[in-house]
């Protein structure tokens, strides 16, 4: 057997870092285009005027922490799809679901969980979030998400009766997650497709000229694939609100 070739070990590392880096970045969920569920109750009318015209993203950071989350959702679905409940109620997981349309094009996403008419959405959460999560509840973003995903089922007519979100924690044992479930609502859903559906009316009919006009909201700017420090041209790029900080360097 011959040898491989000897290669500097900083060679090696240098490789290895950037096949890394090419994983993070090139994950299905990195690449996506298309408005999904989980952006639908975004607070930031400009953020989904800009994915809903198609602009370029200007603001490439590596998606770590998505990139652990969506590792966890791939191994849940694994252990858990299929399984049945004592009572017979079999888990469905990484459901691909139609929920509504949007500017003419159907709006898709993928639900987690769903079990005996109840929709699960997994969270992968820092500590600090955790402890928000337990004290407060999910924000509005992660309600809409969720009554979404439920809207999809409906649409494909099974029963939905609840929502539900396990914060699972990332840097602490499973002992510490925090279930959230509230009963269905589809109103909470259908108003935020028209929401989103009045943002891709305005942007269809006055293009990128539009997005400077619409209203902007912290939704954390610094990972919003528009954001660019200083920006004056907000038909391609949007300096954020006040009071941010540089982005992460990729
Ligand atoms: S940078 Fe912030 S304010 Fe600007 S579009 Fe993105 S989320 Fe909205």
């Not at 044992?173 to 859903?189: G, M, T």
Request: proline letters at 8%.
């Amino acid at each position: 057997m011959t040898s491989p070739p000897a290669v500097a070990v900083a060679e090696v590392i240098g490789h290895l870092d950037a096949a890394l880096k090419h994983a993070v970045t090139h994950q299905p969920r990195s690449l996506q285009r298309e408005l999904g569920p989980s952006e639908i109750g975004c607070p930031c009318d400009r953020r989904l005027g800009y994915r809903l015209a198609g602009v370029d993203p200007v603001n490439p950071h590596l998606p770590w922490l998505a990139y652990l989350g969506t590792a966890l959702h791939g191994r849940l679905a694994a252990d858990l799809d299929g399984r049945t409940l004592p009572d017979g109620a079999r888990l469905l997981a990484e459901q691909p679901l139609d929920v509504g349309e949007v500017g003419g094009r159907t709006v898709t996403g993928t639900s987690d969980l769903y079990v005996a008419g109840v929709v699960v959405d997994w969270k992968l959460v820092g500590t600090t979030s955790l402890r928000r999560y337990r004290a407060h509840g999910p924000g509005h973003q992660y309600r809409v998400q969720l009554h979404t995903y439920g809207r999809g089922y409906r649409r494909r007519g099974l029963p939905v009766t609840h929502v539900a979100i396990a914060f699972l924690p990332r840097t602490r044992e499973l002992v510490h997650r925090h279930w959230w479930h509230e009963p269905y609502d589809e109103r909470i859903a259908v108003e935020a497709l028209r929401r989103v559906e009045a943002i891709a009316a305005a942007v269809a009919a006055a293009g990128p000229h539009v997005l400077p006009l619409l209203r902007t909201a912290e939704a954390h700017c610094l990972y919003c694939p528009w954001f660019r420090p200083g920006s004056t041209d907000l038909t391609r790029a949007c300096p954020g609100t006040a009071g941010l900080l540089t982005p992460v360097p990729i």
